[in-house]
């Protein structure tokens, strides 16, 4: 077979056959199986939408119902997990919980060694509590608070909002943190996606990839984005500078601005759409303006001085703000979501698998470079 060379970071490489999510980068559309992102936003729920993403099509009015009971009885994690959450320094990031919690899971699941399409389904829906769980019993132990029981009468989003805050959450609150569960729920072959599809395709098991991409999804130009975004708001706060002048400083410095840029769309990313309009409905009844007002006038700026577009993580940071969540809780909420993306793709590369290995240009020192014995070099 012939080999051609990729650009560097595989840009514009097709790396897959997927039927699950379509991006058109120049035209600022995404898609999930076929289904806009702006209608799944404005009509669906995260239950609903991670159904259409593990089965291709919205699940009928019985079907819903019963998924959204399998997901609320899976809210159960073993306490030996539980504890292995109240043994880690608390110097530990919740991602890097999350990360480390997420492979101990694997453990205590029933179908530990079944990587059959049923049993993927199956741990794929245990993931996808138990990942909103730890991230919310985590952050309780680490502030000395006691774990919250999880509520089955509660929508996923509603229930990590009560395990995080032991309070009922507000419609709004739920309602916004559901609708960003669906912005995030997938993203193609998004980095942390891929990882998690070449972990799978070794016939390794869904702990194993899922755990992979939490690490992929942590580093600041993927999601890790949205925690960058924030801790530049609080820098501007604390430094008392106009919000567009500290950033131009940091442009003059050569330095990127996190939530900005893409290497897909070259247009406004739709799922920013949403969550601008969120944090500036928010920012209104809240009566907390700066969070929303600084971004907005950082987004008009990058946009007329460098071309650049807000992505998905620049408004989810004053969004999440003004729901009151720690900043190092945003990537974590990412992985709460995109869970259900991460499922997906492990179930569909398994359903039609080939191990991922593709080669390297090799520009290393020539063939053959002699070994040396130690007293000659
Ligand atoms: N701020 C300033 N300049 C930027 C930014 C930015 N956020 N993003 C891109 N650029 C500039 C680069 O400096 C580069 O300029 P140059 O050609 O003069 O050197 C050019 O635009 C192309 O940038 P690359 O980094 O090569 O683009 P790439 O496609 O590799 O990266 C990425 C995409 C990682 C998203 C990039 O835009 C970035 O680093 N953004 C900030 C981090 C971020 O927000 N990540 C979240 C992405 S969405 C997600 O993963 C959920």
């Known amino acids: 077979m012939t080999t051609a060379t990729a650009g560097k970071g595989l840009e514009g490489i097709v790396a897959a056959n997927s039927g ?19 209608e799944l936003a404005e009509h669906s ?8 993403l593990w089965n291709g099509k919205l699940p009928t009015a019985p079907q819903l119902e019963e998924f959204k009971k399998h997901l609320a009885a899976a809210r159960r994690i073993d306490v030996r997990v539980i504890d292995l959450l109240r043994s880690l320094p608390t110097t530990g990031t919740p991602m890097e919980v999350l990360r480390t919690a997420v492979s101990a899971l694997s453990f205590y699941d029933s179908d530990e060694y079944d990587n059959t399409h049923e049993g993927n389904v199956r ?12 991230v919310a019993i985590y952050d309780r132990l680490r502030k000395g608070k006691n774990i919250i029981e999880a509520d089955p009468s509660l929508s996923h989003a509603a229930n990590f909002l009560w395990m995080l805050n032991g309070e009922r959450p507000s419609e ?15 993203h193609e072959l998004n980095a942390s996606t891929f990882a998690a599809r070449v972990i799978a395709a070794t016939l390794s098991d869904i702990h194993s990839a899922i755990t992979g991409a939490i690490g992929a999804l942590k580093g600041p130009l993927h999601g890790g984005a949205n925690e960058a975004v924030m801790r530049l708001l609080y820098d501007i706060d604390k430094t008392g500078k106009e919000p567009v002048e500290y950033v131009k400083d940091l442009i003059a410095k050569k330095q990127k601005i996190m939530g900005f840029g893409h290497r897909v769309y070259k247009t406004e990313d739709p799922r920013a759409t949403h969550l601008r309009r969120m944090s500036e409905q928010l920012s209104r009844d809240s009566g907390q ?24 993580d620049f408004y989810s940071a004053s969004t999440y703000t003004m729901l009151g969540i720690d900043v190092d809780l945003f990537t974590p909420i990412f992985a709460v979501s995109r869970i259900a ?25 020539g063939y053959p470079n002699h070994w040396v014995p130690v007293e000659n070099r």
């Open 123 to 134: 741990k794929g829906n245990r993931l996808t509590s138990q990942i909103a769980m730890i």
């Open 45 to 52: 729920t995260f239950e609903e939408t991670t159904y259409l």
């Open 20 to 38: 699950i999510c379509w991006i058109d980068g120049d035209a600022g559309v995404l898609a999930y199986r076929g289904m806009d992102i702006h």
């Open 172 to 186: 709004t609150a739920t309602k916004t943190l559901d609708i960003a569960l669906i912005l995030h729920a997938d």
């Open 341 to 365: 993306g991460w499922t997906a793709h492990v179930i569909e590369q398994l359903d039609d698998n080939r191990l991922i290995r593709p080669r390297a240009e090799y520009i290393g020192p």
């Open 289 to 312: 303006h700066k969070w929303y007002d600084w971004s907005r006038a950082i987004e008009l700026y990058i946009n007329s001085e460098k071309k650049l577009n807000a992505n998905v």
